[in-house]
């Protein structure tokens, strides 16, 4: 992996599968560098160029195909000998290309940049395997390839007469925009209604003497709340003020603290308070072990004296 990070472009693999791509990679860094007349035929390139040539090109092969090129040293040979191995996947390509362009739709794509995406992959297979497409050819591709419910949309965009396939796949894209707005605004609520009112959120945060970040305790503190607070005068023993405010009179002030001082010492009385359960009882024998003796209880007529 830490090779690849010093790669110029992905090296070529053993399968040959990315070996159209990995050539005209190579024409343009060895042109780039004034090395690209050392793999054309009769050239008259150095022993230098050709060396610096035949290190980029063993530097862009994957492990496997250095070692079967081990002994090639000349540029040209090792281009020949790799086009040989995987000139005919160019056909291959072709092929595959051309069936790619007979089947595209526009109609099977979700969006325009998926079909726009794959136009573009298709016409470069085209044109490296040495068939060119044409803004005409991608026009009326579109332009015949629209679902069967928006024939009238697909005539009106022919009418417009865009010359380049970009000014189409353009408008395309502004429209397809404008139907996800329009959809949106369509689907946030039902129609006829109001909007939903805005809800801002806000955040306090109290502050104590010390600047620091806080606010009121919200539990009740030594167990206390608000309400059980009642305002009591220890001056004259009444509710609903403070000693230092208390305007009871002498007499009311002597009463009271005498009566403190004769509480002081008695005993406290305490009355308690138990429920009984009410206890049923039943004469008759529960126990199971001995039998059930009818004689043994008394008759209607037992209690009941002789009158006679």
Same mark, same amino acid.
């Given at each position: 992996?830490?090779?690849?990070?010093?790669?110029?472009?992905?090296?070529?693999?053993?399968?040959?599968?990315?070996?159209?791509?990995?050539?005209?990679?190579? $024409?343009?860094?060895?042109?780039?560098?004034?090395?690209?007349?050392?793999?054309?035929?009769?050239?008259?390139?150095?022993?230098?160029?050709?060396?610096?040539?035949?290190?980029?090109?063993?530097?862009?092969?994957?492990?496997?195909?250095?070692?079967?090129?081990?002994?090639?040293?000349?540029p040209l040979v090792l281009w020949k000998n790799l086009k040989e191995r995987y000139g005919h996947l160019k056909t291959v390509i072709l092929l595959k290309a051309r069936y790619?362009?007979?089947?595209?739709?526009?109609?099977?794509?979700?969006?325009?940049?998926?079909?726009?995406?794959?136009?573009?992959?298709?016409?470069?297979?085209?044109?490296?395997?040495?068939?060119?497409?044409?803004?005409?050819?991608?026009? $009326?591709?579109?332009?015949?390839?629209?679902?069967?419910?928006?024939?009238?949309?697909?005539?009106?965009? *022919?009418?417009?007469?865009?010359?380049?396939y970009s000014e189409l796949v353009s408008c395309l894209l502004v429209s397809e925009q404008n139907n996800e707005i329009l959809m949106k605004n369509h689907q946030s609520r039902?129609?006829?209604?109001?909007?939903?009112? $805005?809800?801002?959120?806000?955040?306090?945060?109290?502050?104590?003497?010390?600047?620091?970040?806080?606010?009121? *305790? $919200?539990?009740?503190?030594?167990?206390?709340?608000?309400?059980?607070?009642?305002?009591?005068?220890?001056?004259?023993?009444?509710?609903?003020?403070?000693?230092?405010?208390?305007?009871?009179?002498?007499?009311?002030?002597?009463?009271?603290?005498?009566?403190?001082?004769?509480?002081?010492?008695?005993k406290i009385e305490a009355n308690f308070v138990a429920e009984q359960e009410k206890v049923e009882t039943n004469f008759a024998d529960t126990n199971e072990n001995q039998p059930?003796?009818?004689?043994?209880?008394?008759?209607?007529?037992?209690?009941?004296?002789?009158?006679?």
């Amino acid at each position: 992996m830490s090779n690849l990070a010093k790669l110029d472009f992905v090296a070529l693999d053993i399968s040959g599968n990315n070996y159209l791509p990995w050539v005209l990679d190579v $024409e343009i860094h060895l042109d780039a560098n004034g090395l690209g007349e050392t793999i054309k035929e009769g050239n008259t390139a150095t022993t230098q160029n050709k060396a610096k040539a035949m290190i980029f090109l063993r530097h862009h092969l994957c492990e496997g195909l250095k070692y079967e090129y081990l002994t090639v040293k000349d540029p040209l040979v090792l281009w020949k000998n790799l086009k040989e191995r995987y000139g005919h996947l160019k056909t291959v390509i072709l092929l595959k290309a051309r069936y790619d362009w007979i089947h595209l739709r526009l109609q099977d794509f979700k969006s325009i940049n998926d079909y726009n995406s794959a136009m573009f992959r298709i016409t470069a297979q085209l044109e490296l395997c040495g068939e060119k497409v044409s803004d005409g050819d991608m026009l $009326e591709k579109t332009y015949q390839t629209f679902h069967g419910s928006q024939l009238l949309l697909s005539q009106q965009y *022919r009418q417009r007469g865009f010359k380049r396939y970009s000014e189409l796949v353009s408008c395309l894209l502004v429209s397809e925009q404008n139907n996800e707005i329009l959809m949106k605004n369509h689907q946030s609520r039902p129609t006829g209604t109001d909007p939903f009112p $805005e809800v801002n959120a806000t955040k306090y945060e109290n502050r104590n003497k010390n600047d620091k970040k806080g606010g009121p *305790r $919200e539990g009740p503190r030594d167990g206390l709340r608000d309400r059980d607070i009642v305002n009591f005068c220890l001056r004259c023993g009444g509710k609903g003020h403070w000693a230092r405010t208390c305007r009871a009179p002498p007499h009311v002030l002597d009463s009271y603290h005498r009566s403190l001082n004769d509480n002081k010492g008695k005993k406290i009385e305490a009355n308690f308070v138990a429920e009984q359960e009410k206890v049923e009882t039943n004469f008759a024998d529960t126990n199971e072990n001995q039998p059930f003796n009818y004689g043994d209880y008394m008759d209607v007529s037992d209690l009941f004296s002789d009158l006679d």
